[in-house]
């Protein structure tokens, strides 16, 4: 984890806590990462999902045999990646670190009973459910209802939206789906998507999409909200896709 993150300090404080040794790497590379952990003895990695995949697409990740304790943060890890991880490693302890930053309690350590599955949810200590009044005498929606709509309120966490899908590198990855206009083809329509995103958009590449996807319908309720869920779950006829 980077030291520029909660995390990462955490997890140098812990290194020597307990006597033990943390090893840094100024930049990652995958091949260097794994020599280092063989030349070291590493026995504990706590990395993002992304860096996992990157290790095992070394094809050299079992060599690493001295590790026994893994963890991760900063993002879902589908079932696929825990998978293939735990076939490499046989890990004695696999935890999914997760929270936000933001909350005032420490992060759940939530070890893997099965991949994919992360356990009961627990409400994070010293935060609960509420309704509050403003002068108006308007009602505040719950956390978690309407967030992406909610006004910032003081004294609770609020986090924001976006749309992603599943990804087994990624666990989720930023996606623009798109119905072609009439004149344009859908091939020509995400290549123009792509192109402007890159060039025009003025976003940086981190929050630029890694999939831009033409279909022939974006599914809405009746009153007209994008039905988020029905997109996740694969229910969308793609009619051409781009990936950077």
């Known amino acids: 984890m980077p030291l520029f993150h909660t995390m990462g300090v955490r997890t140098l404080l812990a290194s020597i806590l307990v006597a033990g040794t943390w090893v840094p790497q100024a930049s990652f590379d995958a091949e260097e990462s794994l020599e280092l952990i063989k030349a070291t003895s590493v026995s504990a990695l706590y990395l993002v999902p992304t860096i996992y995949w990157s290790l095992l697409w070394t094809g050299s990740l079992p060599q690493a045999w001295t590790v026994k304790r893994i963890a991760y943060a900063g993002a879902p890890m589908t079932p696929t990646l825990a998978e293939e991880l735990t076939g490499a490693l046989h890990p004695e302890v696999f935890v999914n670190h997760f929270g936000s930053t933001d909350a005032r309690d420490p992060r759940r350590l939530v070890p893997h009973r099965r991949p994919g599955h992360r356990g009961r949810r627990r409400r994070p200590v010293g935060q609960r459910p509420r309704r509050r009044h403003d ?110």
Do not use: N
């Open 135 to 244: 002068q108006l005498g308007r009602r505040e929606p719950l956390p978690g209802r309407d967030r992406d709509r909610a006004r910032p309120v003081p004294g609770r966490l609020r986090r924001g939206g976006g749309f992603g899908l599943p990804d087994d590198r990624w666990g989720q990855a930023v996606t623009a789906l798109a119905v072609p206009a009439k004149d344009f083809s859908a091939e020509r329509s995400v290549a123009y998507l792509a192109a402007y995103a890159k060039d025009g958009s003025g976003l940086p590449s981190l929050k630029r999409p890694k999939r831009y996807i033409a279909v022939d319908r974006i599914p809405t309720s009746a009153v007209g909200k994008i039905l988020r869920r029905e997109l996740t779950e694969g229910r969308y006829h793609p009619l051409a896709e781009v990936r950077p």
